[in-house]
C-alpha cells in the first residue's frame, strides 16, 4: 500500500487547513486510517482515525472539536480538516493505514505509512 499525504502549508493561528492523503490499494475500503505527527523535537504522535466505514472515528485530545478525520472511499483518500490551528499544531502530519480489526492509535501498531505533509501555524 503506496499513501501519498499532501494539503501542508503555512497558515495563521484560528485559521484551517485541509489534509489529503491517496492510498494505491484498491482494497482501500479495508484499511483503517489513521492520521498522526511529529513536532520538531518530539515524537510521533497520534491524531485522529476513522473506521473501514467511515462510521466510527477517535481523536487525541489535543484536537478534539477542531480537526475532523473524513474519508471518500471511492476516490481512495481520506481528509483531515483542521480548524482553529494553534502554533502548537505545527508538524510534519503523517497518513498511516492499518488492516487489523479495532481502531489503532499506537504508532507501530500500523503498518503503511505515507511521507508526511508539513504544517507550521504562525502565532
Known amino acids: 500500500v503506496q499513501l501519498q499525504a499532501y494539503g501542508g502549508g503555512l497558515v495563521q493561528a484560528g485559521g484551517s487547513l485541509r489534509l489529503s492523503c491517496a492510498a494505491s490499494e484498491r482494497t482501500y475500503s479495508r484499511l483503517n486510517m489513521g492520521w498522526f505527527r511529529q513536532a520538531p523535537g518530539k515524537e510521533r504522535e497520534f491524531v485522529a482515525v476513522i473506521s473501514r466505514s467511515g462510521s466510527t472515528t477517535y481523536y487525541a485530545d489535543s484536537v478534539k472539536g477542531r480537526f475532523t478525520i473524513s474519508r471518500e472511499n471511492a476516490k481512495n483518500t481520506v481528509y483531515l480538516q483542521m480548524n482553529s490551528l494553534k502554533p502548537e499544531d505545527t508538524a510534519v502530519y503523517y497518513c498511516?493505514?492499518?488492516?487489523?480489526?479495532?481502531?489503532?492509535?499506537?504508532?507501530?501498531?500500523?503498518?503503511?505509512w505515507g511521507q508526511g505533509t508539513e504544517v507550521t501555524v504562525s502565532s
Open positions: 498511516a493505514a492499518d488492516r487489523g480489526s479495532g481502531l489503532r492509535v499506537v504508532l507501530k501498531e500500523y503498518e503503511y
